[in-house]
């Protein structure tokens, strides 16, 4: 085949960008770097504050979003940011920062910074955690006193990148209740970086953690796209080209010099330039916007039926309820007298002042759209001017503390954007204005210097990026300033890594099922605004969203799943977006089986559900019964798709956000019910049990290391460190071996593999392989949920009854270990109940050895009903057997073997990782 020379210009240009964007991994043209933060506070904040530039708390906290030990100060023109912690317990105690980085480290690359350990009377071990993805690499220093002290450390030359550096100190030993404060000011990093050509002209918004340049201005059919770059001569070494919204070729071509006369013809949305040439690498996002705007969500904005205008006003009448007869007017100057140095206490006062009164504009929007009504148009209209004059729309708080934005404000910036686009042309001009600058001065630019220019949750993992990023690009994405196109496309690119980092592309959600409901209620209507107005789809990412849920929901609507997640399979309301794409008969089906028909999640059945063809509903799921939700970190096991189905879920996996120290915790259901469960959830701004009891180790269904709770460390993340991971060993004639390697968060062991070995009918074989150094004592925990009936210690046999149903559980290991049992924690929740009833502190299970450096735990747990009695043996040597029916497993303290009858190709091997 020969091709033509403008074929070949197109195909060499390709490869050459295909070639670049995988070499900017690793091999991409590098050039000196340097990255300086002094925490100074942004304009906005408070100047006794300061900004954190991304620098978040190592290890991570449980929450990133409200980490209330992480802050900023700036005192006699120093601006730091730093950690205050009340230690739970005596004992040694690591406390620092972490920052992503995407840098490389040649021979003369290095860090320095200063660190200040408040209570430090002597020396003081510093660590800086060198993270290249799952590589890490710890450098040691030291400071002495409590004084500002500075710290120097060469980084060891690599070719790989850098994903994070993280700064610890190390505290040999604190004391239980009494504050440690840690504080990071003047940090400079020398290293290498991608070479980027600068953009010459136009003046452009720069993003230094995605390295995009963001064109300030919307293009429109008969503009020009004209950029320059400055880099080195002749620029014909040059080569670049434009990319459209669905990746289509609009133009290429040499030089340093881009003219592009956009034509009626071109599609509007997100454009891509990229350069490639000697000077490095650059991408460039412009925003071309059609000659004629389109609404911002397409049709979705149209007249509801009688059944949601039902719902429409019962809530808008309770809201006008709530408000009284005043609707609130007047009181957004409530807002800056709220108390800057305490946010708890009034926080649902605050939710309320900024949510309720816009979310009743919407629903008089809503109404006023369907039924012309004058009432509900001028009530919205009303409302929404008074909003509009608020000073201050943001809790003092967050600008006292170096912050700019909060989520609600998110939701009630989304609030607004949607009244005024179901109001249409009823919106005066005057007030459009009037909104749009508020919008841009309240939400939009805190948002894009927070987020983006600081970078604020830098993993991206975070709900509140749904809502208040997402907020943000609502407003920017509607407003008709022109002038406003850098906010709108580095906002998006926010959105896109949140989308990339949360979404899980195994159809989860890392946060766990009531965070992805919460994230949804925004991100629908930004998945669909970014169709219309960018040309851009985030469906592959939202897809299925009814896939985890399928698997882990027990009984009716009961539902598996992990850290501060919690909540039942219901409602599916915020799926109706993807539900109305019509392209997956079952979520089409588990959406009209879990809507909730009040006033619950109310917005995406307005929008979209009229849309939803409920004749492509399937009532049978035809899936496998069992999943590995590998990307999330956790495998469903289930025997059918009946309520009475057991339903075992087990988490192995990353970290994200909202995540607990319950790495190989599982949960197992059986007939309607859930018979071994977990500490569960506690409200976290509250209960007194939280961070010493329900996200540790004890809280879970681990195994402890020396009797201490706090046993597991924090996973690592999809940007740096070591995390556990699972894989499917079997799967076959309704037989299910999943086996996940925790090794990373237990650091006192060599390795620990726990496996899962379950027959259908509800039988399964828990095996935990451990492996240490030196000898330790090993608990493994264990949380009934159903009243234990009998406690069989000769035989280590439990069983828990509830009604006519009962599960056993029957422990052996490959040494001697007692079992017992002990209460958890009285639960915050409890009290209120205790009010009315007897309520006993639950109960935990503890299988403890003595002193030993290995074993092997098997755990059974199985209806009683029926149930095979398993026979347990001491083989040939160190060997251990147990046999339950034609189920074999024979295991020493090195490895086992498991066998489903006689053939061969039902036997497994299952043995320690090659490495830690």
Known sequence: MRLNFRAWLVLSFFCLVIG?????????????????????????????????????????????????TLGVETSHGLSAVTREVVPHRD????????????????????????????????????????????????????????????????????????????????????????????????????????????????????????????????LRPGDQLAVEFDGPKPSFHASWEIEGPDGQLIDHGSGLKVQHAISPSDPDGVWTLRLVGQGGFSTVLALIRPSIRQPLLGAAVHAVSPELLQQVVARRDELRKDLGPALAFGVGTNIPEMNAQLLLPGLS???????????????????????????????????????????????????????????????????IVMAEQFLGNALPADLKHTLDDALLQQSIKPVYQEYVVEDRLQFDTSNW???????????????????????????????????????????????????????????ALVAAAAKEQLGKSF???????????????????????????????????????MAAQNSDPDLTAFYFQYRNPGTTELLSRVLWEDGIHQSAATTAVDAPTSALFEK????????????????????????FNHNHADQGSLYYAWNNRLWIGEAGYADYYKDPNYRTYNIQAIGHNTILVDGDPESQVVAGNAVFGKYPSMRRLASKDGSEIISADLSSVYPQVRSYVRT???????????????????????????????????????????????????????????????????????????????????????MII?????????????????????????????AAGAKRALRLGDLLIQCDNRQATVSFGKTPDMTWTIGPPSQK
Do not use: C
Not at 349 to 360: A, D, G, I, M, R
Not at 555 to 561: P, T
Not at 634 to 644: F, G, N, T
């Open 632 to 655: 999330r970190g956790v495998a469903a096991l289930r025997d059918s798709w009946s309520p009475e189905s057991a339903v075992i879920a087990m988490r192995a996996g990353p970290n």
């Open 465 to 523: 990026i749904g809502h208040t990023v997402g907020g943000a690009l609502l407003a920017a994405l509607q407003s008709d300033d022109p002038d406003i196109a850098g906010y709108v496309l580095a906002l998006y690119a926010k959105e896109r890594r949140h989308l990339e980092s949360a979404y899980t592309a195994d159809d989860s959600y890392g946060e766990g099922i009531s965070y992805h409901r919460f994230d949804f209620e925004t991100t």
């Open 349 to 415: 006062s605050y939710f309320n002042l900024v949510q309720k009164p816009t979310e009743l504009a919407l629903w008089d929007a809503v109404s006023y759209r369907t039924t012309g009504e004058s009432r509900e148009r001028d009530e919205a209209l009303h409302i929404l001017r008074e909003i509009a004059s608020w000073p201050q729309w943001v809790h003092p708080w967050f600008p006292a503390h170096g912050y700019l934005s909060y989520y609600p404000l998110g939701i009630m910036t989304k609030n």
């Open 91 to 218: 004992g040694k105690l690591a406390m620092g920062f972490i920052r992503r980085m995407y840098v490389v480290a040649g021979p003369s690359s290095s860090l320095a910074f200063r660190l200040r350990v408040s209570s430090a009377t002597g020396g003081i071990p510093v660590s800086i955690h060198i993270y290249r993805g799952e590589e890490e690499v710890v450098l040691r220093s030291a400071i002495q006193g409590g004084g500002w002290q500075h710290v120097q450390v060469a980084l060891p030359a690599s070719s790989r990148r850098i994903t994070a550096i993280a700064i610890t100190a190390d505290l040999p030993h604190v004391s239980s209740e009494r504050l440690e404060r840690v504080a990071l000011s003047d940090v400079e990093l020398r290293a290498q970086s991608t070479r980027h050509y600068l953009l010459k002209a136009p003046t452009a918004l720069w993003d230094g953690v995605q390295e995009l340049f963001y064109l300030p201005h919307a």
């Open 20 to 68: 670049t964007a995988a070499a900017q991994q690793d091999r991409s043209p590098l050039a000196p770097y340097v990255y300086r933060s002094h925490f100074q506070p942004s304009s906005g904040v408070a100047p006794g504050s300061g900004s954190r530039d991304g620098w978040e708390s190592f290890p991570l906290a449980e929450d990133t979003g409200y980490d209330p």
């Open 539 to 577: 469906d592959s990412r939202l897809a299925r969203p009814q896939r985890y849920l399928r698997y882990a929901t027990y009984g009716k609507d009961s539902l598996e799943d992990f850290g501060d997640s919690h909540g039942d399979t219901g409602p599916s309301n915020v799926f109706a977006y």
């Open 846 to 874: 503890e299988y403890q050895s003595g002193l030993v450096d290995s074993l092997t735990i098997l755990t059974l747990i199985q209806p009683s009903g029926g149930a095979i009695a398993p026979q347990w043996s001491v």
């Open 756 to 842: 899962l070995i379950y027959r259908k009918g509800g039988t399964l074989v828990v095996m935990d392989q451990i492996r240490a150094d030196g000898p330790h004592r090993f608990s493994q925990i264990w949380h009934p949920e159903q009243a234990v009936e009998s406690f069989d210690l000769q035989k280590n046999l439990l069983r828990m009854r509830a009604q006519n149903d009962s599960v056993e559980m029957h422990l052996f290991s490959t040494t001697a270990m007692i079992l017992g049992q002990s209460k958890g924690p009285f639960p915050l929740s409890s009290y209120e109940k205790a009010e009315r009833e007897p309520v006993q502190k639950p």
